[in-house]
């Protein structure tokens, strides 16, 4: 892979903001483009985000460029790092040496020189800068083979303790195997299965291993990586009740958007769905938003019923709606990775779910009907009525709920 220094410039200055970045640079400490996004640019893609390094204070830099693209700035001290969200985000971080107290806790930083920055990242092919600043600008640094690894196609770690020390890598390489159609080297694959069997994700906290997780399930080629997890029996290592079964995975995440579900949130229950009560407290513990948490728990248990029950019969429409209306949308994406009858939850999600009354309670209690359950039951099956086409208006509606609640009482 050769590429020219003139030619990296270009590239350089052809990324979202660059045009109005690079000047203001120019007066601060020295600076460089690091990360995903020098990989990114060497193979000729566009970066996702931008990561920026700095010699110096990164909470100056990111003030001075945050005032050029008027952006605003959240600052991170204990790390030395400052993000500007925006399209694309930049994190402008300094440079720095990391050290492990114990495996799998958080690093402690201290400000150092690029070549030590550098050394503390994951993987070679993430382990390069490009500068960014006067003569230095286009200039490529690359201390640990990161362009060798790019054209072997290769995820390799950067000394033997790697995966000890942050064993989130562990799932990070995953996710890079998968993205770029790369493989661990031979020696880092021996090294992952060492780490895996010798429990070093149980040193991290659920949180971090959440988040991981979930950018993995985010993935398009999320089953090559749900592959490679229960081949390394990452799975089990996670959680003996988890099974990774690549296919369930991928189509859960590829019909999630038919369904409105979300797509990592359909994986993660996919992935629990063989043992969901036995998963409940790992759930918990994965830094998951309430809901969220609760929407993959819920997905979990009912998408293989919800599966089984609609291959087992046509349902009609309040049936339908009776077995659907209140599970989660990751529920049906489950439920149709299972093979569940595509037409009818589609139909459910696209037509049959907006459908609502044009009466209420207070129709109801106006016409003299108490509170109470029979008024709630009496509307429920008013609503029932009009899914299966036997209720037309607004009248008929009041009319049926009005003999249903006297019978009701």
């Given amino acids: 892979m050769a590429v020219t220094s003139s030619h990296l410039r270009e590239r350089v200055r052809r990324l979202p903001a660059m045009e109005q970045l690079l000047p203001g640079l120019q007066e601060l400490s020295p600076s460089y483009l690091v990360g995903g996004a020098v990989r990114d640019l060497l193979r000729g893609m566009r970066p996702r985000d931008i990561d920026i390094a700095v010699e110096g204070s990164a909470s100056a830099t990111a ?48 400000a150092a020189s690029l070549d030590d920055d550098l050394a503390r990242r994951d993987f070679g092919i993430n382990a390069m800068a490009i500068g960014l600043r006067g003569e230095d600008f286009g200039h490529l640094y690359d201390p640990h083979g990161g362009v060798a690894d790019l054209d072997a196609g290769a995820v390799r770690i950067l000394h033997e303790a790697s995966f000890v020390d942050d064993p989130t890598r562990l ?153 659907l209306r209140r599970e989660p949308r990751e529920a049906l994406a489950l439920a149709l990775a299972m093979r569940a009858p595509a037409d009818a939850i589609l139909r459910w999600v696209i037509e049959l779910s907006g459908v609502g009354l044009e009466i209420g309670g207070d129709d109801l209690m106006a016409a003299g009907v108490p509170q109470g359950p029979a008024l709630g039951r009496a509307l429920e099956e008013t609503l029932a009525r009009k899914l299966d086409g036997l209720v037309d208006g607004r009248e008929d509606e009041l009319r049926i709920a009005l003999e249903l609640a006297g019978a009701g009482r």
């Fill in 63 to 110: 003030q001075a460029i945050a005032e050029r693209l008027a952006r605003a700035v959240r600052e991170h001290g204990r790390f030395g790092t400052a993000v500007l969200p925006g399209e694309p985000d930049l994190t402008v971080a300094m440079t720095r040496r990391e050290t492990y107290d114990r495996p799998g806790a958080l690093p402690r930083v201290e």
């Fill in 171 to 323: 799932l990070r390489a995953l996710r890079y195997e998968a993205r770029l159609g790369f493989a661990m080297e031979p020696d880092t694959e021996r090294l992952a299965l060492a780490a895996t069997e010798g429990g070093a994700l149980d040193t991290v906290s659920g949180s971090r291993v959440g988040h991981e997780l979930l950018l993995i399930l985010d993935e398009s080629q999320v089953g090559r990586a749900v592959q490679r997890m229960r081949g390394l029996d990452l799975d089990h290592a996670l959680h003996p009740g988890l099974e990774a079964d690549p296919a369930l995975v991928a189509d859960a995440a590829v019909v999630s958007e038919e369904v409105g579900a979300r797509r990592s949130l359909s994986g993660l229950a996919a992935l629990c769905c063989a043992a969901p009560r036995e998963l409940d407290l790992w759930l918990a513990d994965l830094g998951l938003r309430a809901e969220e948490r609760d929407a993959v728990a819920r997905a979990a248990r009912v998408g293989p019923r919800i599966a089984a029950e609609l291959r087992e019969r046509e349902h009609t429409p309040s049936e339908l709606a009776r077995l």
